[in-house]
């Protein structure tokens, strides 16, 4: 009698396809290739099997397969972790594009998303009812992934972070149970999914709270290197008493020719009849080589870091929490884009400041609710380019910023190798953290932003 040659994997792939209602895709099938590709080009994992489920049944049995045949377990929504960790090298992979369905109740305020929705599904929806859900700063983004570990946006001033803005989310758990977390049922778990990110479900649902914003003054400032210190500087006085309605991003990004240029990305969402007021702050940065400030719907704001997000390019992401920018951090922006390796990369320099940081630090698993800047050091190339420069430029930058610091950083964009800097960011909402992922998933069959294993270093576990 010959062996048998079942596997785990290729036992997984039957009870699947025989049980759900959404597809199934193994090595070898049509279209799997195309589903195992992630925006991040340079992530190459094998996925022993990737499902696409129509409905939450279908991720509880996804759920289940992995468990009964001892799977690794990723779940995708956007596939935007620049890190590789919506797919599984050999596991199994529970993806969410074909859920992405939302409704909006205009009078509550509220969107109800799939989990699979990118943050232009939503914006979509609510844009013809004067109201905007708060999301991250690219539409193609998917709104889980940025809800449940922070969300820094362009409302974040008024508005708080996108996870602020979360009322409730329907969970899959590790045993299998379909559950709501809300303030009312399974309150450490909404607790948890409030910055602790997706590592203790997979998320089918997720219920925002909008807000009646539809038109804002908004522009893409671009400004030559060469007078980066001074804008910067004006920028830093500006921000400095800036109010809850004005957020201003800044940063810079490879222009038409491929040489970097300083942009400010300011977005007033209050009273529009101050336009004269907020536009006078700005002109007096002086003249722009491109862009002014003026009236644009909100949607179309989001839109316009769009062009930097392409599927397929190789990429590395670094990030630092800086408490204010200081004359050396401003000149460390400017010497960064100097040194620049490749036209694709660029940094991102996130306000948080206004309503994002009153929470007070117990009431989310999101710990740092101070002003601050977050400094996004994207690097990019092409896949046919040595990867080498490219890394080197976005770790280096990372060092010389680490110097000014704030402790941990942005759980969603740190490498798996920077467990420590996440367990950090989660600074005295650690212990509590790690028992709500001993209550949801004592077997961690969730691994996503950070491991949450304690540690003997891990405070309060």
Known sequence: MAPSTTTPASAAVRSLRASLRGGVLAPGDGGYDAARRLWNGSVDARPAVVVRPADEADVV????????????????????????????????????????????????????????????????????????????????????????????????????????????????????????????????????????????????????????????????????????????????????????????????????????LLFLLPVWSGDIDRCHDVVDRFDRLGTPLAGRVCPHEYAEVLGMFDQSVVDGRHNEVRTQWLPEFTDRSLDLLADAAAGVTSPYSGMYVHHFHGAAGRVPVPDTAFALRRDHLLVEIAAAWEPADEAGPHRRWAREVSAAFARHALPGGYPNLLGPEEYQRAIAAFGPNTGRLLKVKERYDPDHLFSAVAALEPTETTPGA
């Open 61 to 260: 049995r996804a759920v289940g397969v992995a468990r009964t045949h001892g799977l690794s377990l990723a779940v995708r929504g956007g596939g935007h972790d620049w890190a590789g960790r919506s797919t599984a090298d050999g596991g199994l992979v529970v993806d969410l594009s074909a859920m992405r369905a939302v409704t909006v109740d205009r009078d509550a305020r509220l969107a109800v998303a799939q989990g699979g929705a990118r943050a232009g599904d939503v914006l979509e929806a609510t844009r013809p009812h004067g109201l905007a859900p708060v999301t991250g700063t690219v539409k193609a983004v998917g709104l889980a992934g940025v809800t449940l570990a922070g969300g820094y946006g362009l409302l974040n001033g008024r508005c708080g972070l996108a996870l602020d803005n979360l009322v409730a989310a329907r969970v899959v758990l590790a045993d299998g149970r379909a559950v709501t977390a809300s303030a009312d049922e399974h309150p450490d778990l909404y607790w948890a999914l409030r910055g602790g990110g997706g590592n203790f479900g997979v998320v089918t649902e997720l219920r925002c709270r909008l807000h009646p914003i539809g038109t804002v003054l908004a522009g893409m400032l671009l400004y030559p290197l060469d007078r980066a210190p001074a804008v910067l500087r004006g920028y830093r006085d500006l921000i400095a008493d800036a109010e809850d309605e004005l957020t201003v991003m800044t940063g810079f990004f490879g222009g038409p020719d491929g040489r970097p």
